[in-house]
């Protein structure tokens, strides 16, 4: 029962923006489009340019300054969704995930560890008692 990750490279995807979630990446800030068709340097980007979303949010998640995962939130109907006030409520969302997703981290490492000693000791038993029957 080991721990097992799957992991698909956005790269390599066209279900999300990759030049905004590059930017994001590299540069640890948020990014709100207001009107994520116009007001942007980013129109290249093939999602944006197929899916036109009115709003877009894409934000570091950050733990202890260490990047260790993306929040990315679009609209399509309305254009500014993304106040100041949901923007504060998503950056203690997003301190909430950096800790949710550490703890599962450390929760799976732990379970790892696991299951690694109880195999350790399932050879060792085995050894102990192959050398009793000596």
């Known amino acids: 029962m080991g721990v097992t990750h799957l992991s698909i490279p956005y790269e390599t995807s066209n ?5 905004v979630i590059d930017y994001v ?17 980013l129109l290249t980007d093939e999602y944006l340019i197929q899916q036109q979303p009115s709003s877009l949010l894409c934000a570091p998640i950050l733990d202890r300054g260490k990047l260790i995962g993306l929040l990315y939130l679009e609209n399509k109907l309305i254009k500014g969704v ?3 006030e949901r923007l504060e409520v ?6 909430q995930a950096a800790i949710s997703l550490q703890n599962a981290q450390l929760y799976a490492q732990q379970q790892q560890k696991t299951w690694e000693i109880a195999q350790k000791e399932e050879e060792y038993r085995s050894i102990f008692e192959a050398s009793m029957m000596d």
């Open 90 to 95: 998503i950056n203690l969302l997003s301190t």
């Open 25 to 41: 990446k590299h540069s640890l800030k948020t990014i709100v489009l207001d009107n994520a068709t116009v007001q942007n340097d």
């Open 15 to 19: 279900q999300l923006p990759n030049t």
């Open 82 to 84: 993304f106040t100041r």
